[in-house]
């Protein structure tokens, strides 16, 4: 199965923000959209991505600071100072298992799909992981119907 083929199940709809939105804003689009990242485009080019685990990274960081001090407002932080600026990119030619790779050797749970400098999309582990069981869903239902049409011995 290819990367471009879970794409196509799961649709382009693509969440992107510039790297000069504020944190507190993609906080609110990612909660109302129940998404887990949004692509950050400057200029029309992929400049990074913001998942949940920078969004994490940066309150926990904030929390710590405040401990020893006073630190400005979250509200204040730009995707440009928390995002990942060099995000792992697979191609839409790419093999299901090479995505997974992808994603368990870099730790990211989301990956843009690429065409070039074209973003097609975000393929997320969930996704990932759905379609694959699917596709050993139809498997299995293929086996089953043709252990059952097996033809007899005469």
């Known amino acids: 199965m290819q990367v471009s083929e879970i794409l196509r199940v799961k649709g382009s709809t693509l969440f992107t923000v ?15 959209h129940d ?27 904030r929390q710590a600071e405040h401990r020893t001090g006073p630190t400005p407002p979250v509200a204040e932080i730009v995707v440009r100072d928390v995002m990942n600026p060099r995000p792992t990119v697979v191609s839409p030619d790419a093999d299901v298992n090479e995505l997974r790779r992808a994603m368990i050797e870099t ?25 694959v069981l699917e596709a050993q ?18």
Request: charged share 25%.
């Open 107 to 131: 730790h990211q749970r989301y990956l843009p799909v690429m065409d070039g400098e074209v973003v097609l999309g975000v393929l997320s582990f969930h996704d990932v992981a759905r379609a």
């Open 18 to 32: 510039s790297p000069e939105t504020m944190l507190s804003d993609c906080v609110m689009v990612m909660a109302e």
């Open 35 to 61: 998404i887990g990242s949004l692509i950050v485009m400057d200029r029309g080019r992929l400049a990074g991505m913001l998942t949940f685990r920078e969004v994490i990274r940066v309150l926990a960081r």
């Open 137 to 154: 869903g139809f498997e299995n239902r293929m086996l089953k119907a043709y252990i059952r049409d097996w033809p007899a011995e005469g």
